[in-house]
T-cell receptor, first 113, second 116 residues
Framework: GENVEQHPSTLSVQEGDSAVIKCTYS??????FPWYKQELGKGPQLIID?????GEKKDQRIAVTLNKTAKHFSLHITETQPEDSAVYFC????????????FGKGTHLIIQP | GAVVSQHPSRVICKSGTSVKIECRSL??????MFWYRQFPKQSLMLMAT?????????EQGVEKDKFLINHASLTLSTLTVTSAHPEDSSFYIC????????????FGEGSWLTVV
């Protein structure tokens, strides 16, 4: 099955700086890579996703890049703000979408004022 | 607004009793629903996958007789924790895949279960 590795487990950045979270996956058949933001006590919120036919996707301050050859994808947050503080999970899905998501272990992003 | 709604958000039950958690997709029909369990400061662990009208597929190590999943319609899936024990206390989260949204998966708000 799929295996997703996520780094770092904790990331602390100054407000206004950029944050980058990286993930690798093992199943070359995986074709959908969402990123979720989870605040304490709440369910994960989809913030951006990318499919295997695209190399990069951007939505305002958030961007995701995908390198299929290397089997890794990254989340980039620019001009970080205090409300960006949360746990971020990357995920991958394969099997033509029939399977559930395989999650990384999460990154606790801390934005220092 | 929310695409997936979960209820209750918090529940406390006594050991030995059963508790049911509902997961509803709002406005759109979900092709597949998933149930996850999450312990504090850990990632989400997939428990089972359910499709409307068929039996759920459980992940290895998840007791199907203890965690009963019913997917009666394209908008409702339920998870029943039977004969609950304190070690079943956890954060349970459902998600749903929507073919309307290109098979994107959205999560519910989660349900905190405390067994006393």
């Amino acid at each position: 099955g799929e295996n997703v590795e996520q780094h770092p487990s904790t990331l602390s950045v100054q407000e206004g700086d950029s944050a980058v979270i990286k993930c690798t996956y093992s199943d070359s058949a995986s074709n959908y890579f969402p990123w979720y933001k989870q605040e304490l006590g709440k369910g994960p919120q989809l913030i951006i996703d990318i499919r295997s036919n695209v190399g990069e996707k951007k939505d305002q301050r958030i961007a995701v890049t995908l390198n299929k050859t290397a089997k890794h994808f990254s989340l980039h947050i620019t001009e970080t703000q205090p409300e960006d503080s949360a746990v971020y999970f990357c995920a991958a899905i394969s099997g033509g979408g029939a399977d559930g998501l395989t999650f990384g272990k999460g990154t606790h992003l801390i934005i220092q004022p | 607004g929310a695409v997936v709604s979960q209820h209750p958000s918090r529940v406390i039950c006594k050991s030995g009793t059963s508790v049911k958690i509902e997961c509803r997709s709002l406005d759109f029909q979900a092709t597949t629903m998933f149930w996850y369990r999450q312990f504090p400061k850990q990632s989400l662990m997939l428990m089972a996958t359910s499709n409307e009208g068929s039996k759920a597929t459980y992940e290895q190590g998840v007791e199907k007789d203890k965690f009963l999943i019913n997917h009666a319609s394209l908008t409702l899936s339920t998870l029943t924790v039977t004969s609950a024990h304190p070690e079943d206390s956890s954060f349970y989260i459902c998600s749903a895949r929507f073919s309307t949204f290109g098979n994107t998966i959205y999560f519910g708000e989660g349900s905190w279960l405390t067994v006393v």
